[in-house]
T-cell receptor, first 114, second 112 residues
Framework: DADVTQTPRNRITKTGKRIMLECSQTKGHDRMYWYRQDPGLGLRLIYYSFDVKDINKGEISDGYSVSRQAQAKFSLSLESAIPNQTALYFC?????????????FGSGTRLTVV | EDQVTQSPEALRLQEGESSSLNCSYTVSGLRGLFWYRQDPGKGPEFLFTLYSAGEEKEKERLKATLTKKESFLHITAPKPEDSATYLCAVPYHGGSQGNLIFGKGTKLSVKP
């Protein structure tokens, strides 16, 4: 099994729908992140969490929300999806013990909003 | 504003043709520079961390170096399996520890 698992791998949804992307990890890491990747724009941070009770906005949090259900689970929600949220979404984890920067990424969720 | 710029955007090499990728950054008080490799349809995979100017790290055909303003990823005698997008990243200045800002990447293609 992968260290960081994202579900679903691919999703097509309609404008205005609510959608949740899920991430679970078996690394035992305390920190979890959501990034989105767009062609020509690179990876941009949406939200991050350093422990279960800690949630922080990243660079592009508008239109998104997150929930850290447990140390191993971090979900990303789009309350009302819009076409410009079409992107590749990545969950990542890191360990404070290594300075917090050696990320382990999931395989990504390709989201298309039509 | 913290920035990370990678060049070139794309690089095509013949198998065995050595070259270098560049990552320049503008951050105060660098707390490390990180290289990742990303294969199509997959998440980035961590390669190296460099912390101080003059430091070098090696892994197979890859060697990363760091100066005060930029980092280079040298690829020696590349093989087709080295084809991927290479990303560099630095921590946000003043941000919470653990947050990285990524460059847009260099897409490397190695032809047999």
């Amino acid at each position: 099994d992968a260290d960081v698992t994202q579900t679903p791998r691919n999703r097509i949804t309609k404008t205005g729908k609510r959608i949740m992307l899920e991430c679970s990890q078996t690394k035992g890491h305390d920190r979890m992140y959501w990034y989105r990747q767009d062609p020509g724009l690179g990876l941009r941070l949406i939200y991050y969490s350093f422990d279960v009770k800690d949630i922080n906005k990243g660079e592009i949090s508008d239109g998104y929300s997150v929930s850290r259900q447990a140390q191993a689970k971090f979900s990303l929600s789009l309350e009302s999806a819009i076409p410009n949220q079409t992107a590749l979404y990545f969950c990542a984890t890191s360990d404070r013990g290594t300075g917090g920067y050696g990320y382990t990424f999931g395989s990504g969720t390709r989201l298309t909003v039509v | 504003e913290d920035q990370v710029t990678q060049s070139p955007e794309a690089l095509r090499l013949q198998e065995g043709e050595s070259s270098s990728l560049n990552c320049s950054y503008t951050v105060s008080g660098l707390r490390g520079l990180f290289w990742y490799r990303q294969d199509p349809g997959k998440g980035p995979e961590f390669l190296f961390t460099l912390y101080s100017a003059g430091e070098e790290k090696e892994k197979e055909r890859l060697k990363a170096t760091l100066t005060k303003k930029e980092s280079f990823l040298h690829i020696t005698a590349p093989k087709p399996e080295d084809s991927a997008t290479y990303l560099c990243a630095v921590p946000y200045h003043g941000g919470s520890q653990g947050n990285l800002i990524f460059g847009k990447g260099t897409k490397l293609s190695v032809k047999p």
